[in-house]
């Protein structure tokens, strides 16, 4: 960690905090990896002065929800047009092929791509446990992530419910009850940090409703809240999901949920795409949170999650890249502008609904607001944070963690756009790869390249595992590198 950092004479700072305040001119200064003041003609005294003349300053970017191992199956030819169940079905004989190795290299590849399109805290849905693995994978993405610098959460998924009982996994990835739990206190007692700023914390996240049973849905929730950690699930992802679960259950998705205790201010879902309204009133009753994943949404064609009902009605709700083989990125930045032109898409979507369904095609009635940049930047930011219980990072207070991500606004893409400089990396640029990323006062990513890795070989390695796991299950892999 540098000591000291102080950011010179801010062209665009965006503190991040609920009035969506900006400064121009102003420098930031950061001790001990906190946020120790901003001001103008701030004292350098011994402290790296980074010029910040023309650049934007803003808050590193949170990712609520993401698939770190899939990102060496990326763009996969076979499921490329698939649905999200036959999408599963397509991957899972791949990901049976996970290894420590794997594991390794997708996670450092994933917070590679995070860091570099300034994202400093993530979290990752880990729940692919081939049998015959005996690392603990999870162990082995913590120590990936604080090798290149992340600030992580790690949440060790699971799944119990195979084919041979009804889900939709093959019976070689998943796990006994008792195994999923001991696992999960072991990992919780060895390596949850529940300190304010930590690095690293763990929470607990069983896979899904076809791939876990409604006993270790239960007995999971009971596990975290004897600990104190936070529980996490995909939810209300695809109409298939809740057809398989009135068909199992006889309910829809939401209130399984609530027979199992997994609503609350610790519970977090992915996606929830198809809540009613009563469901989001119950949601933003009880705390319950949501990972809008706009690009895996477009990706897999599952539809639109109901972000602004969601805000209005008080329901938490973050932004989220999902795995990478359902978004085929890393890429936060892009994932903003995701989220800002599917919900216009939406907005558009919900008027031409409501217009027919009254016969009144051209009425305004029932239209959605349009979403704004201020609005996608505190999603990913404090809105994020709040998902993932870390209350010291999403904004640059004093105070806070000194998470921060530094955009170059000079620059040939951004020519034309310094009107608005947040929503110029939203609407326009080439690239979206930040200049500086600082992660609780350590830099990890200096003009655009990565401090903490060599790049190439990263490549490399994750290239040669990706095509191993291809050619294991014939796939065919003759355009591989």
């Known amino acids: 960690m540098t000591a000291r950092?102080?950011?010179?004479?801010?062209?665009h700072l965006v503190i991040g905090d609920a009035a969506h305040t900006r400064e121009r001119g102003v420098d930031l200064l950061v001790v001990d990896g906190r946020v120790a003041d901003i001001g103008r003609g701030l004292p350098a005294g011994d402290a790296e002065v980074i010029d910040c003349s023309t650049k934007l300053v803003m808050p590193g970017l949170v990712n609520s929800h993401h698939h770190m191992c899939q990102t060496l199956q990326r763009n996969i030819r076979a499921v490329q047009s698939a649905e999200l169940f036959d999408w599963l079905v397509g991957l899972y004989p791949i990901w049976a092929h996970i290894d420590e190795a794997v594991v390794r290299v997708s996670t450092t590849l994933a917070c590679a791509e995070l860091l570099l399109t300034g994202c400093t805290t993530t979290s990752d849905h880990h729940y692919v446990h081939p049998r015959g693995?005996?690392?603990?994978?999870?162990?082995?993405?913590?120590?990936?992530?604080?090798?290149?610098?992340?600030?992580?959460?790690?949440?060790?998924?699971?799944?119990?419910?195979?084919?041979?009982?009804?889900?939709?996994?093959?019976?070689?990835?998943?796990?006994?009850?008792?195994?999923?739990l001991a696992a999960s206190?072991?990992?919780?007692?060895?390596?949850?940090?529940?300190?304010?700023?930590?690095?690293?914390?763990?929470?607990?996240?069983?896979?899904?409703?076809?791939?876990?049973?409604?006993?270790?849905?239960?007995?999971?929730?009971?596990?975290?809240?004897?600990?104190?950690?936070?529980?996490?699930?995909?939810?209300?992802?695809?109409?298939?999901?809740?057809?398989?679960?009135?068909?199992?259950?006889?309910?829809?998705?939401?209130?399984?949920?609530?027979?199992?205790?997994?609503?609350?201010?610790?519970?977090?879902?992915?996606?929830?795409?198809?809540?009613d309204d009563d469901e989001l009133a119950r949601m933003a009753d009880t705390g319950t949170g949501v990972a809008h994943c706009p690009s895996s949404n477009m990706r897999l064609g599952s539809g639109f999650c109901r972000v602004h009902e969601m805000r209005e009605r008080?329901?938490?709700?973050?932004?989220?890249?999902?795995?990478?083989?359902?978004?085929?990125?890393?890429?936060?930045?892009?994932?903003?502008?995701?989220?800002?032109?599917?919900?216009?898409?939406?907005?558009?979507?919900?008027?031409?609904?409501?217009?027919?369904?009254?016969?009144?095609?051209?009425?305004?009635?029932?239209?959605?607001?349009?979403?704004?940049?201020?609005t996608v930047?505190?999603?990913?930011?404090?809105?994020?944070?709040?998902?993932?219980?870390?209350?010291?990072?999403?904004?640059?207070?004093?105070?806070?963690?000194?998470?921060?991500?530094?955009?170059?606004?000079?620059?040939?893409?951004?020519?034309?756009?310094?009107?608005?400089?947040?929503?110029?990396?939203?609407?326009?640029?080439?690239?979206q790869r930040v200049d500086t990323t600082i992660v609780g006062g350590r830099i990890v990513v200096r003009g655009g390249k990565l401090l903490t890795v060599d790049e190439q070989a990263l490549i490399d390695e994750a290239n040669a595992l990706s095509k191993a796991m291809l050619e294991a299950e014939q796939h065919d892999v003759s355009w591989n590198l």
């Open 314 to 374: 008080g329901v938490p709700v973050g932004l989220a890249v999902d795995g990478s083989a359902s978004n085929d990125a890393s890429n936060m930045i892009g994932e903003l502008r995701s989220c800002l032109l599917l919900n216009r898409v939406r907005r558009c979507a919900q008027h031409e609904h409501h217009a027919v369904a009254a016969g009144a095609a051209g009425s305004d009635d029932n239209t959605l607001p349009m979403i704004d940049p201020d």
């Open 5 to 11: 950092i102080l950011l010179r004479d801010i062209y």
């Open 133 to 180: 693995v005996s690392v603990d994978l999870i162990e082995t993405q913590l120590r990936a992530a604080e090798a290149i610098g992340m600030r992580f959460l790690a949440t060790r998924g699971s799944m119990s419910v195979g084919k041979s009982g009804g889900g939709l996994p093959p019976d070689s990835v998943v796990q006994d009850d008792d195994t999923i």
């Open 377 to 431: 930047l505190e999603l990913a930011t404090r809105g994020s944070a709040r998902l993932l219980g870390w209350d010291t990072v999403g904004s640059l207070e004093k105070g806070k963690a000194a998470d921060i991500a530094i955009v170059e606004m000079n620059r040939l893409d951004y020519a034309g756009a310094t009107n608005d400089p947040l929503a110029a990396i939203m609407f326009c640029g080439a690239s």
């Open 185 to 275: 206190e072991r990992l919780i007692k060895r390596h949850h940090d529940d300190d304010p700023f930590a690095l690293r914390r763990v929470a607990l996240a069983p896979c899904s409703p076809f791939s876990i049973s409604p006993e270790l849905m239960k007995r999971t929730a009971e596990l975290a809240r004897a600990h104190g950690v936070r529980l996490h699930t995909h939810l209300a992802e695809t109409r298939d999901e809740e057809r398989y679960c009135l068909e199992h259950y006889g309910c829809r998705p939401l209130e399984l949920m609530a027979r199992v205790d997994w609503l609350g201010d610790d519970v977090w879902y992915a996606h929830g795409i198809f809540f």
